[in-house]
């Protein structure tokens, strides 16, 4: 995993996003980095990866308190983001998996 570990989960994402436009034309992902927290100040990196067709979204943290661990969670693009985030380690974390989720929860 890079020093940067937002650097390396976009990196993984524009690579999912790139196989799941290769492999099911029906979903168009769009990935995207929001600095809306640390713009009102709190310490964490924000990617989400949008479905428009199905209106779901998948939710990514990388929060600076938690060094290590992907905050994630699966909703739709209407709902508000909810306190009930699932964990998993960085390292753990792969485009395989990113496109499984994608494959998954959009398809």
């Known amino acids: 995993m890079s020093e940067d570990p937002l ?40 990617m989400t990866i949008d479905c428009l067709r199905t209106r779901r979204r998948i939710t990514l943290i990388l929060h600076d308190e938690q060094p290590g661990v992907l905050l994630y969670q699966f909703v739709t693009i209407d709902d ?14 792969d485009t395989t998996m990113l496109f499984e989720w994608i494959q998954d929860y959009f398809g």
């Open 80 to 93: 508000e983001v909810g306190d009930d985030f699932r964990q998993i380690a960085l390292a753990d974390i």
């Open 7 to 46: 650097k390396a989960l976009s990196d993984m994402a524009s690579e999912a996003h790139a196989r799941i436009q290769a492999t099911h034309e029906h979903i168009n992902p769009v990935v995207e980095v929001r600095r809306g927290m640390r713009d009102a100040g709190i310490p964490a990196d924000v």
